[in-house]
């Protein structure tokens, strides 16, 4: 299986700050990567597909990058309505792995 | 627009046997899609349990396979979910969900249920 390591588990941060959350992945993906947002007791939503394609009706200030191995989400203006828990997920080869998921927390 | 929901029992006994069952609305169990099985353990991370097309080819995760059988009802749009000899390991958010054929990944997910283990 492919490991998916997320970085940090948790962070606290501001209304307008710049976010980056990373994954790594124990073995190269190519770019399939997807980054979910998960709110408690709601299911996953998803904001990034193919590591940097952002989901329609996703704002803009969410962004993915990375190839291979690393990845990262990032959230230029941290609004309130992002504070949650982000999974990047890869699915380049069975079985799908998620990461252990970061906890996006109010400062 | 899709919708998927989940149904059946919230609790099974020890050893017993797990039963979902995912009506899916706005669109087609036959069209291009992977309809898929994910859980999530009170208060920990996702698992992705397995997928099923709508010729009938699966895919499961190998820590589950032996345990994991997902099927497929045309005639009530629906896809369902069988785990067999459950342990309070079990216990979880079992998701139902939908893997397009132009993202790739789950795009679409139901609200999920909540499935204990208990005697």
């Known amino acids: 299986d492919i490991q998916m390591t997320q970085s940090p588990s948790t962070l606290s941060a501001s209304v307008g700050d710049r976010v980056t959350i990373t994954c790594r992945a124990s073995?190269?993906?190519?770019?399939?990567l997807a980054w979910y947002q998960q709110k408690p007791g709601k299911a996953p939503n998803l904001l990034i597909y193919?590591?940097?394609s952002l989901e329609s009706g996703v704002p803009s200030r969410f962004s993915g990058s990375g190839s291979g191995t690393e990845f990262t989400l990032t959230i230029s203006s941290l609004q309130p309505d992002d504070f949650a828990t982000y999974y990047c997920?890869?699915?380049?080869?069975?079985?799908?792995?998620f990461g252990q998921g970061t906890k996006v927390e109010i400062k | 627009q899709v919708q998927l929901q989940e149904s059946g029992p919230g609790l099974v006994k020890p050893s017993g046997t797990l039963s979902l069952t995912c009506a899916v609305s706005?669109?087609?169990?036959?069209?291009?899609?992977?309809w898929s099985w994910v859980r999530q353990p009170p208060g920990k991370g996702l698992e992705w349990i397995g997928e099923?097309?709508?010729?009938?080819?699966?895919n499961y995760n190998p820590s589950l396979k032996s345990r994991v059988t997902i099927s497929i009802d045309k005639s009530k749009n629906q896809f369902s979910l069988r785990l067999t000899s459950v342990t309070a390991a079990d216990t979880a958010l079992y998701y139902c969900?939908?893997?397009?054929?132009?993202?790739?990944?789950?795009?679409?997910w139901g609200q999920g249920t909540l499935v204990t283990v208990s005697s």
């Open positions: 969900a939908r893997r397009g054929p132009v993202k790739l990944t789950i795009d679409y």
């Open positions: 706005g669109d087609s169990i036959s069209s291009s899609n992977w």
């Open positions: 099923i097309y709508h010729s009938g080819s699966t």
């Open positions: 073995q190269s993906i190519s770019s399939w």
């Open positions: 193919k590591a940097s």
């Open positions: 997920q890869q699915y380049n080869s069975y079985p799908w792995t």
